[in-house]
């Protein structure tokens, strides 16, 4: 390769003197750029952000309230849209009721993190709640069905497991869930229902306590009644 050249004449370019300013200004240049090292070309690692992880164990269980032991897809219970698979964990996520910020805001009333305190997310709606309570956030985004299912999965479990402890009729699912599991004796400091929308969503969850009553005394009604007809038929036939 010949040597560099410029112009139209195809003269050589000149050697840059150590006397010219050019050379002076690349000289300071290169002297106020910090000299490389090996920490620099090392790959960095990760951050590794303040997040206590949920147990493998615990998400079992979360999945086998809310969804059922033997069914290995759900939709979203945020946004209803998105299936969510058992097996493909990367794609949900176990979403807090009261967000992981408060509880360590109350460590020391809230106790130890359980299968009621946690719900299966898909990735968008569990980064779009950020500290809020995921009660108020159904609320506010209108996904009333979803209020509902959540409280029903809770609050029969709950009562399933808990059944020495004795309940009385005026100590319904929103009093049970709201103020018990989720409420302001357990988080004093934040993380739970605000005051504007807290009766409005007692109300829901009243409401649909007092429907789901109504239900099951029908369903036991109608069992009560085929038992009836077949002990009937069972003396008929003697």
Known sequence: MGIPTI?????????????????????H??????AWTDEDVRPKKRVKHDKEAV???????????????????VSCFGCGRKTLYFDKRADWEASHV???????????????????DLVPLCRACNLSMRTQC?????????RIKQLKRLCHNIYKIYTEEHAQETYTYKEVC???ILEHLHGQRRFPNGGVI????????????????QQQLEHDMK??????????????TLLENR
């Open 7 to 27: 112009g139209y004449f195809s003269r050589p370019l000149p050697p840059l003197r150590r006397r010219t300013p050019a050379f002076k200004q690349l000289k």
């Open 29 to 34: 240049i290169l002297d106020a750029e910090p």
């Open 134 to 142: 995921l009660w108020e956030w159904l609320y506010e985004h209108g």
């Open 174 to 176: 929103w009093r049970l």
């Open 219 to 232: 369903e036991l009604i109608q069992h009560l009644g085929q038992k009836r007809r077949l002990m009937q």
């Open 55 to 73: 147990s493998s164990n615990l998400k079992r269980l979360m999945w086998d309230l809310h969804v059922g032991m033997h069914i290995k897809s």
């Open 98 to 116: 009261v967000a992981r910020h408060w509880f360590k805001k109350n460590q020391d009333t809230c106790g130890a993190l359980t299968k009621y």
């Open 194 to 209: 605000s005051q504007d929308n807290y009766g409005a969503i007692r109300d829901i969850l009243k409401l649909h306590q």
